[in-house]
């Protein structure tokens, strides 16, 4: 009998670790390759439950902890190939720097679900909102600051849902409060049917009903108005990538892109702009040998109109940037240029204290400078491009600094220039999601041109117009209809709104916690 009994004991927290760790699995495939955002909300209601009925502090911690490992871990799956592939890591070395990427991220939802244990122990409907206050703020210091990696963020997977209209009025951080609240209040409505409170249940009910009137609202406005036509050629050059043990013709590199943008353009177009990935041209601009200049050369000779590209200049010894450069043979100052202004952890430098993993794992790494948030946005036949490199497409910081120098230039179409062929396909996908909440914020159409693949364009709705293979080399020629107009409530105000009400919402549920308690003691 005590051997059984003790078998009960080891197996219960065992139950607890798999069932949450399955959960998070679940969570983790709506972000996945055309996932289903439905389902990943489901399973996100169990964490809830699970943190409610969760009986001690451990045990809440290790519910949350293991339901991040699920949601993070094959979500960020792709970066294996990074390491293993390109870096030439040993794969036990690789999973190893997963999983604590995994354990990193979830760190945030196990602290906020212990915070909400720990202040309303009592009542389970005012722990699962308290869990969500605490997990909205968990978010945002996720992708600010703390961490710098908001990648999985639960307001990726959201364009296409009726959610998606809070992007323009709160941005990502307000769509997770309101996931969060909304499940919280899911879960409070449960038990109160429990209980035969149908009253009660109903005003919780209430929340999500709201939320979701109100995302329909914002989704059905136009916050921006129809602007000029441009003709927009998207090269996916397919070129390969390029590491520490790689290294690869940049002349070569150049020619492949100009005989791909050398073939006759579909749409008739006089002088459309020619959008080039990141990644084509991996040397210093002013520092070309003569082979390179002249592939440079027939490239910006392959379209009269602009031409973008990426590449680097060095604006100081020692300081290095990731430029994108817009060449436009109709201006008299011919040459713009935008700097990268958030780079990749990991990837274009080491975060404080981190230079032991890099030496351990032998990452193969560039240590560059970042440009100002509040650079000046270069213009195409009157139109102005927000330009946003690669990373700089993860959330809305960098965003809404394209309106942050002038106001009156505020962009009329989103480019996002990338390379993503370090990582597996499944990070094109995720990375698509994000390019269609950036125009859902802003209300501006966005054109992705990727490197290896899913290159795309995207209407100020976050709906995916075209879109091109999302493997190998293609060339496609659209017409992209601009938006003008003033900002929206989001490019104006930022996170901190969304923020500011995920701590109201807290002491709230605080206040009534300590309400509730007064009440029991009398």
């Given at each position: 009998?005590?051997?059984?009994?003790?078998?009960?004991?080891?197996a219960k927290p065992l139950i607890l670790i798999g069932g949450a760790f399955a959960a998070g699995i679940v969570f983790s495939s709506g972000f996945s390759p055309r996932g289903c955002p439905v389902l990943s909300l489901i399973?996100?209601?169990?964490?809830?439950?699970?943190?409610?009925?969760?009986?001690?502090?451990?045990?809440?911690?290790?519910?949350?902890?293991?339901?991040?490992?699920?949601?993070?871990?094959?979500?960020?799956?792709?970066?294996?190939?990074?390491?293993?592939?390109?870096?030439?890591?040993?794969?036990?070395?690789?999973?190893?720097?997963?999983?604590?990427?995994?354990?990193?991220?979830?760190?945030?939802?196990?602290?906020?679900?212990?915070?909400?244990?720990?202040?309303?122990?009592?009542?389970?409907?005012?722990?699962?909102?308290?869990?969500?206050?605490?997990?909205?703020?968990?978010?945002?210091?996720?992708?600010?600051?703390?961490?710098?990696?908001?990648?999985?963020?639960?307001?990726?997977?959201?364009?296409?849902?009726?959610?998606?209209?809070?992007?323009?009025?709160?941005?990502?951080?307000?769509?997770?409060?309101?996931?969060?609240?909304?499940?919280?209040?899911?879960?409070?409505?449960?038990?109160?049917?429990?209980?035969?409170?149908?009253?009660?249940?109903?005003?919780?009910?209430?929340?999500?009903?709201?939320?979701?009137?109100?995302?329909?609202?914002?989704?059905?406005?136009?916050?921006?108005?129809?602007?000029?036509?441009?003709?927009?050629?998207?090269?996916?050059?397919?070129?390969?990538?390029?590491?520490?043990?790689?290294?690869?013709?940049?002349?070569?590199?150049?020619?492949?892109?100009?005989?791909?943008?050398?073939?006759?353009?579909?749409?008739?177009?006089?002088?459309?702009?020619?959008?080039?990935?990141?990644?084509?041209?991996?040397?210093?601009?002013?520092?070309?040998?003569?082979?390179?200049?002249?592939?440079?050369?027939?490239?910006?000779?392959?379209?009269?109109?602009?031409?973008?590209?990426?590449?680097?200049?060095?604006?100081?010894?020692?300081?290095?940037?990731?430029?994108?450069?817009?060449?436009?043979?109709?201006?008299?100052?011919?040459?713009?240029?935008?700097?990268?202004?958030?780079?990749?952890?990991?990837?274009?430098?080491?975060?404080?204290?981190?230079?032991?993993?890099?030496?351990?794992?032998?990452?193969?790494?560039?240590?560059?400078?970042?440009?100002?948030?509040?650079?000046?946005?270069?213009?195409?036949?009157?139109?102005?491009?927000?330009?946003?490199?690669?990373?700089?497409?993860?959330?809305?910081?960098?965003?809404?600094?394209?309106?942050?120098?002038?106001?009156?230039?505020?962009?009329?179409?989103?480019?996002?220039?990338?390379?993503?062929?370090?990582?597996?396909?499944?990070?094109?996908?995720?990375?698509?999601?994000?390019?269609?909440?950036?125009?859902?914020?802003?209300?501006?159409?966005?054109?992705?041109?990727?490197?290896?693949?899913?290159?795309?364009?995207?209407?100020?709705?976050?709906?995916?117009?075209?879109?091109?293979?999302?493997?190998?080399?293609?060339?496609?020629?659209?017409?992209?209809?601009?938006?003008?107009?003033?900002?929206?409530?989001?490019?104006?105000?930022?996170?901190?709104?969304?923020?500011?009400?995920?701590?109201?919402?807290?002491?709230?549920?605080?206040?009534?916690?300590?309400?509730?308690?007064?009440?029991?003691?009398?």
């Amino acid at each position: 009998m005590r051997q059984f009994g003790h078998n009960r004991t080891v197996a219960k927290p065992l139950i607890l670790i798999g069932g949450a760790f399955a959960a998070g699995i679940v969570f983790s495939s709506g972000f996945s390759p055309r996932g289903c955002p439905v389902l990943s909300l489901i399973a996100l209601l169990a964490l809830f439950a699970g943190v409610a009925r969760s009986e001690t502090s451990r045990s809440v911690f290790a519910t949350a902890f293991f339901f991040g490992i699920g949601w993070f871990a094959p979500g960020l799956a792709w970066t294996l190939d990074a390491m293993i592939v390109h870096g030439r890591v040993p794969a036990a070395l690789a999973l190893g720097g997963l999983i604590a990427l995994a354990a990193l991220c979830s760190l945030f939802a196990a602290v906020a679900a212990t915070l909400a244990k720990r202040f309303f122990p009592g009542d389970s409907s005012l722990c699962c909102y308290g869990f969500a206050g605490f997990l909205t703020i968990g978010e945002y210091l996720r992708g600010n600051g703390l961490a710098d990696f908001g990648w999985l963020t639960p307001a990726d997977m959201v364009a296409g849902l009726p959610l998606a209209g809070w992007a323009p009025l709160t941005g990502a951080v307000g769509i997770n409060a309101v996931v969060f609240f909304s499940i919280a209040a899911l879960c409070a409505a449960a038990s109160a049917v429990r209980k035969g409170r149908f009253a009660r249940a109903a005003c919780h009910a209430m929340l999500p009903t709201l939320g979701l009137l109100i995302g329909g609202y914002g989704l059905s406005q136009n916050w921006s108005m129809p602007g000029d036509t441009l003709a927009v050629r998207v090269v996916q050059a397919d070129l390969p990538v390029v590491n520490g043990f790689v290294r690869a013709d940049p002349a070569q590199r150049i020619a492949t892109v100009a005989s791909l943008s050398e073939r006759a353009w579909t749409n008739g177009a006089e002088r459309p702009l020619l959008l080039t990935p990141e990644g084509m041209l991996l040397t210093d601009l002013g520092h070309l040998d003569a082979a390179s200049q002249r592939a440079l050369g027939s490239l910006l000779q392959a379209t009269p109109g602009p031409v973008l590209f990426n590449g680097f200049r060095q604006d100081a010894p020692g300081s290095w940037r990731n430029t994108s450069f817009l060449f436009d043979p109709s201006h008299s100052d011919q040459l713009a240029f935008v700097d990268k202004r958030k780079l990749v952890p990991f990837g274009e430098y080491v975060p404080a204290g981190f230079r032991w993993f890099v030496d351990l794992l032998r990452i193969p790494l560039s240590d560059l400078t970042p440009g100002a948030i509040d650079q000046a946005n270069p213009s195409v036949h009157g139109v102005p491009l927000g330009i946003l490199i690669c990373y700089e497409n993860l959330d809305g910081e960098v965003l809404r600094g394209l309106w942050r120098s002038r106001p009156e230039n505020s962009p009329g179409l989103l480019v996002v220039t990338s390379n993503l062929g370090w990582f597996g396909e499944a990070v094109r996908w995720q990375h698509l999601n994000m390019t269609r909440l950036r125009a859902l914020e802003s209300s501006r159409p966005a054109v992705s041109v990727s490197m290896n693949g899913l290159s795309a364009y995207v209407d100020e709705k976050g709906r995916v117009l075209n879109e091109a293979p999302s493997s190998g080399s293609a060339v496609c020629d659209w017409r992209v209809r601009t938006q003008t107009g003033s900002a929206t409530p989001y490019m104006r105000f930022g996170d901190l709104p969304a923020v500011f009400f995920a701590i109201l919402a807290t002491a709230a549920v605080f206040c009534a916690a300590r309400a509730q308690r007064t009440r029991r003691a009398v």
